[in-house]
């Protein structure tokens, strides 16, 4: 399989070697190592350093990575359950508003998401913007349906 594929040289040409090796027992046992094979690559490269909530710690950005991820497959209530966590670390981050009122329509929970687009357009910055757009049509929508 190496053979097939033209490998980079140096340390990112071994680990994507080890990383293509025939035998599974050769290669990385998990993304973790080789995450800890290519981070410090890449903090010699360019002096920056990765720093990753230790302890299971989550942070915003990880509850709508996984919300946004669960809405794709579907999974509207488990989403919505993301975007309360992010929002519960972060209640002021408009983006966790815009995304639990959509994961709120997807789910015909047309009351709280009315309210949750409102809260949205009250708290995201002045700019216009996509989000911003379909949020007033969202709002413009329901109030039009009586809700």
């Not at 360019?46 to 302890?55: A, D, E, L, S």
């Not at 309360?84 to 815009?98: E, K, T, V």
Request: glycine content about 8%; some cysteine; charged content about 30%.
């Amino acid at each position: 399989m190496a053979a097939c594929v033209p490998i980079a040289g140096g340390s990112l040409g071994q680990v994507t070697e080890r990383c293509l090796r025939p035998k599974p027992a050769e290669r990385y046992v998990s993304f973790a190592e080789l995450r800890g094979a290519r981070e410090p690559m890449l903090e010699r490269k360019t002096g920056m350093r990765i720093n990753t909530p230790q302890g299971g710690e989550k942070i915003v950005d990880f509850w709508m990575l996984k919300g946004g991820s669960l809405e794709t497959l579907g999974r509207h209530e488990e989403a919505l359950k993301c975007y309360d966590q992010a929002l519960a670390i972060d209640p002021h981050n408009a983006q966790a508003r815009y995304t639990k009122a959509g994961a709120e329509y997807a789910l015909a929970r047309w009351r709280e998401a009315l309210s949750s687009y409102r809260q949205f357009v009250q708290s995201a910055p002045a700019q216009e913007s996509k989000e911003m757009a379909a949020a007033r049509k969202r709002i413009d929508e329901l109030e039009a349906k009586g809700i």
